[in-house]
């Protein structure tokens, strides 16, 4: 386990987790399409569930892309999906991506969890800047964000292109870590 807080906590992705994240991404589907496309056709089946959990295990092992899991403390249900990806070690950065479960939503879990893997980030993985790209209709992720410190940097042009939408501008969001 990385971190705790309220009834819930923050665990690294298990090749065991794959049944859950299959249930979680098909009970998302709607939220997960237009930003967690990969995500989502990854894991709508438990067959494909296994195959992303056992790739994404040797990627964190291999210091390549974190994925961490939020599970509720009693019945360990998947709340949240929290990636740390894009990793550049020479310039040790790296970018948030989550997604919370619809009934989930609007309590500030993401907002925690994020802020309690931002401090791991710098203290455990040596991370020295953390990102947040998100769209401008996004507004919960925002507030993720700027309620973490996040500072905006700047609009990145056609930066993301949703399945069967024009591209879109993107917000950049950065944390550093101060010494």
């Known amino acids: 386990m990385i971190a705790n807080f309220d009834s819930y906590y923050i665990d690294i992705i298990q090749e065991k987790d794959a049944w859950s994240i ?3 991404v098909v009970s998302n589907e709607d939220r997960l399409k237009r930003f967690f ?10 067959n494909l ?26 019945s360990h249900q998947l709340v949240g ?14 970018e948030f991506a989550y997604c919370i479960g619809y009934q989930f939503e609007e309590k500030g879990l993401t907002t925690k969890a994020v802020r309690l893997l931002s401090e791991y980030a710098f203290k455990t993985l040596g991370l020295k800047t953390l990102r947040i790209i998100v769209n401008k209709s996004n507004i919960s992720s925002i507030k993720v964000a700027t309620n973490n410190n996040f500072t905006w940097k700047e609009t990145l042009l056609k930066e ?17 870590h101060e010494r």
């Open 22 to 24: 299959c249930d979680f």
């Open 37 to 46: 496309p990969q995500t989502l056709y990854q894991n709508l089946t438990p």
């Open 49 to 74: 569930a296994k195959s992303f959990a056992v790739k994404k295990v040797k990627q964190f092992l291999a210091n390549e892309e974190f994925v961490y899991l939020l599970k509720e403390k009693v």
């Open 81 to 94: 999906i929290i990636y740390i990806k894009e990793l550049d070690w020479g310039i040790k950065q790296g």
């Open 160 to 176: 993301y292109t949703p399945p069967g939408e024009d591209t879109l501008d993107m917000e950049l969001y950065e944390l550093y």
